[in-house]
């Protein structure tokens, strides 16, 4: 790998993966996006983001319909949901150069135990996690509303040594600051795994569930109680794991979000386009591991049952009670 200019693959050219891509490309990075139903359009026009922070930004990109044509990356950043994961194992080994740093730019909890398995061992696997209010409005068009932070933490792979690990966290928290992102490498991912979840677990269901996006949610007080109640029990979750979650950190949150634009949270833009909800990340798989600890909790469970009919009817699938929380093994860590 150069240092001096990595080559960076875009997994999943949509709201995530275009606004970061295209920011990266901007600061003069050798930047390659990958996509499948927009391609012709991107490839023909370009990626167009429209910031309300940054302008107006729209550049031809190097863009790809197959990963065969995409040369081997030394970065790869995967903006698709987690619902394909599984799928993109392959593709994501195939785009990788020798000693790949692959990132997820995901939310939810088990991203990377799932994926992990599925590739090289050869392979970095690193979490990303984006603070950043945006959406796909059209083929080849991003919306930015606010925000934009991401911060990166290394999950596992071959630097087995913790200042190696750090070391390359922070290398790609350093391409993302240079393209004027603000990033940081994170000592503990799985902490701050569970730390996002504080507001993507109420906003994210409750869009869905209330059809209301962040300013109808925080201008009911019936809502708003529901949100703090929702958020105070992911602050419980995390400390039966054993992970800190500062003292107001639900609060701050929960303040922050009354300043926002409105916004329509990602689940809300997937139930509409009647694509399948990221509920065993954000719901299911946290409430099995609070449970695992002695844990309960009820909010989540109910919202997650709720979600989960909504998700099988607006998919045209069996109306069946949700699916059982999955078995979580036996951890001596997260």
Known sequence: MSTSSPRVGIIGTGAIGGFYGLMLARSGL???????????????????????????????VQAYADVADMPPCDWLLVGAKTTSNAELAPVIAKAAAADCKVVLLQNGLGVEEQLRPLLP????????????????????????????????????????????????AEAGADLFRAAGIDSQAMGNLAQARWQKLVWNVPYNGLSVLLRANTTALMSNPHSRALIQALMAEVVEGARSRGHEV?????????????????????????????????????????????????????RIEALYQALAFIDQDNRGASRDVAPPLPEVPQRSHE
């Open 30 to 60: 050798d930047v390659h996006f990958l996509l499948r139903s927009e391609f012709d359009t991107v490839n023909t026009h370009g990626l167009r983001v429209e910031s309300a922070v940054h302008g107006t930004l729209q550049m031809p």
């Open 121 to 168: 061992a050869s392979l970095h696997l690193l979490g990303g996690l984006c603070y950043i209010c945006v959406n796909r409005e059209a083929p080849g068009v991003v919306r930015h509303q606010a925000l934009g932070a991401v911060n990166l933490g290394y999950h596992s792979g071959p630097a087995v040594d913790a200042v190696m690990r750090q070391n390359i």
């Open 246 to 298: 500062p003292e107001g950190y639900a609060e701050h949150l929960f303040a922050a979000t009354e300043k926002m634009p409105d916004y329509w949270p990602s689940m809300y833009h997937d139930f509409t386009g009647q694509r399948p909800l990221e509920l065993d990340v954000i719901y299911a798989e946290p409430l099995a591991r609070a449970r695992e600890a002695g844990c309960s909790l009820p």
